[in-house]
Nanobody, 117 residues
């Protein structure tokens, strides 16, 4: 499974951004897909998760501001950031568990998000 994130950039506090992760290989429609944030000086933390049937989970810190979604025909998962906050700054990584194909841990290369105050 290969994953490529895009859509990061600089946004002002209160602004919005949409991240994309295009997946090649595997059976995308069956994979559990996740977005992780790696803030400066910190480890990667799960912010949102979506199952193959589109059930979702959000970390408390982003619930009501972030939306995860997927487009199975396009093998793409999205993360929409609304009302961005400076603490949302970091590198965002796409992750797949490869279920239904070759279960494992698959990571993209990340996309940088910077929120200015």
């Amino acid at each position: 499974v290969d994953m490529v994130e895009s859509g990061g950039g600089l946004v002002r506090a209160g602004g919005s951004l949409r991240l994309s992760c295009v997946v090649s290989g595997g059976i995308f429609s069956m994979h559990l897909m996740e977005w992780y944030q790696e803030a400066p000086g910190k480890g990667r933390e799960l912010v949102a998760q979506i199952t193959g049937s589109s059930s979702t989970y959000y970390a408390d810190s982003v619930r009501s501001r972030f939306t995860i979604s997927r487009d199975n025909p396009k093998s793409t998962v999205y993360l929409t950031i609304n009302n961005a906050k400076p603490e949302d700054t970091g590198t965002y990584f796409c992750h797949s568990d490869g279920r239904g194909w070759r279960p494992g841990s698959y990571w993209g290369r990340g996309t940088q998000v910077t929120v200015s105050s």
